[in-house]
């Protein structure tokens, strides 16, 4: 089992940037890649950006260019910097975790942690 721990959420305004931070602990070994989802009310749940254990990083067009992905593997910490925010990147931010890239990709990683709020004014 895994358990993930998401912090950093809040309200900023429009062009702002925040922080977030998703903290794994338990069988880390069976992870290959981590990363973060998003639901904004009323819409489905899509996937932000993921990091292989490799370091290789894939977002979603939506956010590429404002928004980095990295991870501290002392830490077993995986961070969101998302800058230039957008009232539409308003939405519950869902750290995940999965053994499949695949899986990870198409709305199935193995693991999920409670989300955190993010609100973006304009």
């Known amino acids: 089992q895994v358990q993930l721990v998401e912090s950093g959420g809040g309200l900023v305004q429009a062009g702002g940037s925040l922080r977030l931070s998703c903290a794994a602990s338990g069988s880390m070994s069976s992870i290959n890649v981590m990363g973060w989802y998003r639901q904004a009310s009323g819409k489905q749940r899509e996937r932000v950006a993921d990091i292989t254990n490799s370091n290789s990083q894939n977002y979603a067009d939506s956010v590429k260019g404002r928004f980095t992905i990295s991870r501290d593997n002392v830490k077993n910490t995986v961070y969101l910097q998302m800058n230039s925010l957008k009232s539409e990147d308003t939405a519950v931010y869902y750290c995940?975790?999965?053994?499949?890239?695949?899986?990870?990709?198409?709305?199935?990683?193995?693991?999920w942690g409670q989300g955190t709020q993010v609100t973006v004014s304009s």
């Open positions: 995940a975790a999965g053994r499949s890239i695949y899986a990870f990709r198409t709305l199935r990683p193995s693991y």
